[in-house]
């Protein structure tokens, strides 16, 4: 067996422009309206063929097989019963459990890189089956892009590609060595029917997508910011911090802990994001929308 096919693909993390918690479902989900948009922060996944399914990342912690792109790999390779493997090396860049989305979208990488990989020849339709079989946001990074996401995050459609923005996003400096286990389990336990809503905010800003192609940054909303000093109550609170500086618009992404700040065409991302690194214990980066995320 040639084993010398090797490439590697991006995994583009993502930021919610709207996040709505409409309720509690039954099967003990919670159902959401949101806009998710990828932006250019991102990992690399490399691929090439092994006799045996293998990953490594550059994160000691997360060499593990409950690793979900070890468990994509796994789902994948049991599901088209392929009898040789692949060895997968993860460089991460994003920030782990910080509501960006990585570890769904390295699996929905792997995915991808999977059926080029080994020659499966599967569509999208048929790998986000698979993929909400590992997690609710898995579908949407197979389309990428500018999308409307429902029910418990797998409804996913897409939206018209919206012209370019700069966004700058804010980490807490401890962000990558110390997560909080089942962060979203416990940001979903603060939630009571108060923060829930009936899907008008991200009502208006779809409105205003297919009307104008634009994004209207006063529409933007999420379930999770009223409670986010609850939440990370280990961290300052940044919007309080945010406000002394001077920055007035600034947004959880899922449900944090990691924040973004929308830049317009007359604003200064540097200035920003000097801004941002006065204050103690958090951090800033620039990034931007990104509409494609692989290439056919």
């Known amino acids: 067996m040639n084993m010398l096919k090797l490439f590697k693909l991006n995994s583009y993390a993502k930021i919610n422009l709207t996040l709505e918690i409409l309720g509690k479902r039954e099967d003990g989900f919670h159902e959401i309206s949101s806009v998710f948009q990828t932006i250019s922060l991102h990992d690399i996944l490399h691929f090439q063929k092994d006799s045996e399914l293998v990953v490594e990342t550059n994160l000691e912690n997360l060499n593990t097989q409950d690793n979900l792109v070890y468990r994509a790999g796994k789902l994948l390779k049991d599901f088209m019963n392929v009898k040789f493997g692949a060895k997968i090396f993860v460089d991460k860049n994003i920030p782990v459990a910080a509501g960006l989305g990585g570890g769904s979208s390295n699996a929905a990488t792997t995915l991808i890189g999977l059926n080029k990989l080994w020659n499966l020849n599967l569509n999208l339709e048929q790998l986000a089956c698979l ?14 892009g500018t999308a409307h996401v429902s ?52 009502d208006n800003l779809l409105e205003s997508i297919y009307k104008t192609n634009r994004i209207d940054c006063s529409k933007f909303f999420n379930s999770f ?72």
């Open 131 to 144: 993929g909400s079989q590992l997690g609710s946001d898995v579908s949407f990074f197979l389309y990428g």
């Open 151 to 202: 029910g418990k995050g797998e409804i996913v459609s897409k939206l018209p590609s919206l012209n370019q923005m700069k966004v700058i996003l804010i980490f807490p400096n401890n962000c990558l060595s110390t997560v909080k286990k089942n962060k979203t389990a416990l940001a979903y336990s603060f939630l009571n029917e108060k923060n829930y809503t009936n899907g008008q905010n991200t």
């Open 225 to 296: 910011q009223d409670i986010y000093p609850k939440v990370f109550n280990d961290y300052l609170n940044p919007f309080n911090l945010l406000n002394q500086q001077g920055v007035m618009k600034c947004y959880v992404s899922g449900a944090g802990p990691a924040l973004f700040i929308p830049i317009c065409d007359n604003e200064d991302q540097y200035d920003m994001i000097r801004k941002v690194n006065k204050i103690c214990g958090f951090s800033a980066i620039s990034t931007f929308f990104i509409q494609e995320c692989f290439d056919e």
